[in-house]
């Protein structure tokens, strides 16, 4: 910190502004002094004397925390010579602070299990622990606090220990396993089985089950496990104490998934879990949902662990399908919460059964599939007296389609056409309640599309009576039926007598606020399904899109609306296609002027975006058939509608969210016409470039790209497109090469690197003979350690498809011409390359890049083989085999190794194994 050590009052000021001052800016300034202070060097001391003090429970939580943070980020600022004093100094705090305050000690017990997992000098940790600890009862919840952290702590993101010394300590924790149950067996027993005591028992235990180092046989006998399900059957158990006998059952489950490896325990768990049952039913009777959410998650992890079993050897042991029955009884609870939580299990199930397609199986499985369905199709309901359509945001909202996507999902085992066929008749039989039509009207929308259409005389009957529906049903059952007619629009076009009066009742449907936007999707639905017998209809679309704003529609249903359109507009006859499409832009066109002429005397713009989405909708769905030699219909329309996307460019130029509006419209229309768009190119790039110069927006960057793509591979544009990828490069390298500049501008590095993959793509040579390749590629090595999903994606594509060209197409005839481009490309930056790439994997990037860096190593090594294995040498010699101040150790034969494998692989999948192994001794 600047100005030195600050005084412990001053800090201790600090600590109390932040917790009690009642100004929030003053709050603020003291949340940024200590975050600063924290950063410091000086934190370690200041910490460790705010413990000393133990002054109040702000000032040490602070304190604790501090510590924690310090030892999990800047191990390294610490000497090794004072490793040791660290932790006595930690193990004193921990104990002189106990009765202060739980979550100090919870912080503290992180920052001592962080230390130990660092420390490779403290060897034996659980058995320094336990001398210091076990002796005395008040001391006991603090030693189970620290072991129950320690496994947590071994796999964490923030502490980069390396495979090694992970495996290491794994090692040592199995050694003492065993002694840690011992342990956990005497706290209760010495304590009684108090509620506090056995929530930490508990909770430490699975911790360790979770790390995956307990002895099964020694536990399947074990007193602990005893406990557990005692605490389970009792129906005075406290909430707490339930909750984490639950979380410790589950992960006792989650490591016995393997059940030949740990059969003893496998046994004990899953006959276990089989007596709570009666405890579940006790529970419902009680009206006890926490209590009842706990046994279907118990339920729901047996059943996920014993999946498997139950496949392979259905009936037999562990593969009981008493597991289903249990999965069943939690669907028939009311509450639609309890039936969520089995979600997971049954898409997996479903999942496996669809890939074995064994019909005996399938046979096997399909009743209690069909319960299932019918207890979802229960939950599906709406209250009887819900008024209004049903709604889409809220919790019961996302779960319906939580069970859209199941019913999908799993429909295969039913027989879609026997389940639709099933629910469209008990619609008919009887008069049901409308909340239990709704939700039979809900699941056929499911499935739908799904049913076999070949000779079903049902289908069409049942859209039949759908548009029979009075307009004095529920609106709900309005709004689903016409979920359920815009799902059905492939048996329209099987059935065209349906179009017309399917159409007229989703016209109905327009015209009512709560259907309007429900309608509009279903039209859309029934255009995309039936283009061609939609021509006869195309001037009431027309019709409709051109009083769109007097319909009570959503942004979204309106662009579905026109989607829907210019779907039918596109197998219009061609002289047809640019009139009709023309006067489909010119509402929109009138709008953006009318806009633009409001503007012109006010202070604030009115916002474009309604009408550049539709526009954008229009271009993008408009494809109409084109003769080869043929000028594309649609370019007329797109010059005339050029000059008002360029005016309100020109006027939002410096509103982003504008912008990338206005170049979506325009690269969709790009795309619409294709090589047709050349006259729009030298106006749009001339902008683009001008406003680039003074707002960097990276669409612009996109666009380009678009451009490249469509007129990349041509002589006559290709000057142009290079000269604008000149300008475009020029304020972009001067915003990346900016102070972290990489990283606060993850899209401008994604946009760049798709514009010239583009140009590699195209034309390779013009882009390899150019001026501006050499930053380029320099820009590509920086950024190749930039930790960005979708930006590291580019350049690691950007990379991998320039090299390329100097290995595929062989036989093209500037092969050579190319071959060689990139040999003086990797002559000058190789080196540099593979370097960034390895330490970037090691140091930098997330493990879900490994596949793109390997694509990247994969196309070097068929480039030049004896090249980077030299380059991987030099790269390797530079990797230090400890790394200072912490725990990651890497051995000289684990280098040798690596090197080997790599430059041995015959194929890119061998190349991303070795170095996603390589990578993990680092984290």
């Known amino acids: ?496 007598r349906c179009l017309d009066p399917v159409l007229r009742y989703l016209m109905e449907g327009l015209k009512e606020k709560a259907l309007a936007s429900v309608a509009a999707k279903g039209i859309h639905n029934i255009c995309s399904m039936c283009r061609d017998h939609m021509t006869q209809h195309f001037q009431t679309l027309l019709d409709i899109a051109r009083a769109l704003d007097t319909f009570a529609l959503s942004p979204n249903a309106a662009v579905e609306l026109l989607k829907g359109t210019v779907l039918v507009l596109s197998r219009l006859p061609p002289e047809k296609v640019a009139e009709c499409l023309s006067d489909l832009c010119a509402v929109q066109v009138t709008a953006l002027q009318k806009l633009l002429s409001q503007e012109a005397s006010k202070d604030k713009p009115a916002d474009p975006t309604v009408w550049l989405d539709r526009l954008a909708a229009i271009f993008r769905h408009t494809n109409p058939a084109v003769e080869s030699g043929q000028t594309h219909p649609c370019q007329r329309v797109i010059q005339e509608v050029w000059p008002v996307l360029s005016q309100t460019l020109h006027r939002h130029q410096a509103d982003n969210r504008i912008v990338e509006r206005c170049c979506r419209c325009l690269r969709f229309a790009v795309r619409c016409v294709g090589k047709d768009s050349a006259p729009l190119l030298q106006p749009l790039v001339t902008q683009m470039v001008s406003v680039y110069q003074v707002h960097p927006h990276s669409c612009f960057l996109y666009l380009g790209s678009i451009l490249v793509d469509e007129h990349g591979s041509g002589d006559s544009c290709l000057q142009g497109l290079l000269d604008m990828l000149q300008a475009l490069c020029v304020p972009t390298f001067q915003l990346l090469e900016q102070p972290n500049g990489l990283r606060n501008h993850p899209d401008t590095v994604d946009d760049l690197f798709r514009l010239v993959t583009r140009f590699v793509q195209r034309s390779p040579i013009a882009l390899l003979s150019s001026q501006i390749i050499v930053r380029i590629i320099q820009c590509a090595i920086a950024a190749t350690a930039l930790d960005h999903r979708e930006a590291n994606c580019s350049v690691m594509k950007f990379i991998r498809d320039l090299i390329h060209t100097g290995v595929g197409s062989k036989h093209a005839d500037d092969f050579e011409v190319r071959k060689q481009l990139i040999g003086q490309v990797l002559e000058q930056q190789g080196q540099q390359l593979v370097t960034q790439l390895i330490h970037s994997s090691c140091f930098c990037l997330s493990p879900y890049t490994v596949p793109d860096v390997a694509e990247v190593v994969w196309e070097i090594l068929r480039f030049d083989r004896a090249m980077f294995c030299c380059w991987l040498e030099n790269t390797l010699q530079g990797i230090p085999k400890q790394t200072s101040g912490w725990a990651v150790t890497i051995t000289h034969q684990q280098l040798t190794d690596f090197h080997k494998q790599v430059t041995s692989s015959e194929d890119c999948k061998q190349v991303c194994q070795t170095i996603r192994d390589f990578t993990r001794l680092f984290r």
């Open 1 to 496: 910190m600047e100005g030195g050590k600050p005084s412990l009052a001053l800090v201790h000021q600090a600590v109390q502004a932040l917790y009690h001052d009642p100004d929030p800016a003053g709050k603020e300034r003291a949340s940024a002094w200590l975050g600063e202070l924290q950063r410091s060097l000086y934190a370690w001391e200041i910490s460790d004397q705010l413990l000393q003090l133990k002054q109040d429970v702000e000032s040490c939580y602070f304190a604790a925390q501090t510590m924690k943070m310090k030892i999990q980020t800047s191990f390294h600022e610490l000497p090794a010579d004072t490793h040791t004093a660290l932790r006595d100094s930690l193990l004193s705090h921990i104990e002189n602070l106990k009765d202060l305050s739980p979550v100090i000690i919870t912080q503290l017990a992180l920052a001592i299990a962080d230390l130990a997992l660092q420390m490779a000098s403290w060897k034996g940790c659980v058995h320094t622990l336990i001398e210091k600890y076990s002796s005395e009862v008040s001391s006991m919840l603090v030693l189970v606090e620290i072991l129950t952290v320690l496994p947590e702590e071994v796999h964490s993101r923030s502490l980069r220990i390396g495979a090694n010394r992970r495996a290491e300590i794994i090692q040592d924790l199995a050694c003492y396993s065993n002694t840690v149950v011992s342990l956990l067996v005497t706290c209760v027993e010495k304590v009684g089985g108090s509620e506090g005591m056995l929530i930490k028992v508990l909770r430490c235990l699975g911790s360790w089950f979770n790390l995956g180092v307990l002895d099964g046989s020694l536990l399947a006998n074990n007193q602990l496990l005893h406990i557990l399900f005692q605490v389970l059957q009792r129906d005075e158990t406290p909430t707490n104490l339930h909750e984490a006998a639950t979380d410790c059952v589950c992960s006792a489950l989650c490591v016995v998934e393997n059940a030949d490896a740990s059969a003893p325990l496998a046994a004990r768990l899953f006959q276990g879990v089989l007596t709570l049952e009666t405890a579940y039913h006790m529970a419902v009777a009680r009206e006890d949902l926490d209590k009842v959410l706990n046994y279907c998650r118990i339920f729901t992890e047996l059943a996920e662990t014993f999946l498997e079993a139950m496949v392979r050897s259905p009936g037999q042991g562990v593969g009981d399908l008493r597991t289903l029955e249990l999965l069943l009884i939690c669907a028939g609870h009311p509450q639609y919460e309890v039936v969520d939580i089995t979600f997971n299990f049954w898409y997996r199930l479903g999942e496996h059964l669809y890939s074995t397609n064994n019909a005996v199986l399938n046979g096997l499985f399909r009743p209690y599939i069909q319960r299932l369905l019918y207890a979802l199709a229960r939950h599906c309901q709406l209250d009887p007296d819900h008024e209004g359509i049903p709604e889409d945001m809220d919790d019961f909202g996302e779960f319906r389609m939580r069970v859209s996507d199941l019913v999908k999902d799993t429909i295969f085992l039913v027989g879609a056409t026997e389940c639709f066929s099933q629910l469209y008749s008990s619609l008919k039989e009887g008069s049901p309640p409308w909340e239990v039509t709704e939700a039979a009207l809900f699941i056929m929308a499911a499935i739908a599309k799904t049913v076999d259409l070949e000779g079903n005389p049902m289908l069409p009957e049942v859209l039949e009576q759908l548009v029979l529906l009075p307009q004095t049903v529920h609106p709900a059952v309005r709004y689903t039926s016409m979920e359920l007619v815009g799902e059905m629009g492939e048996v329209v076009s099987r059935h065209p």
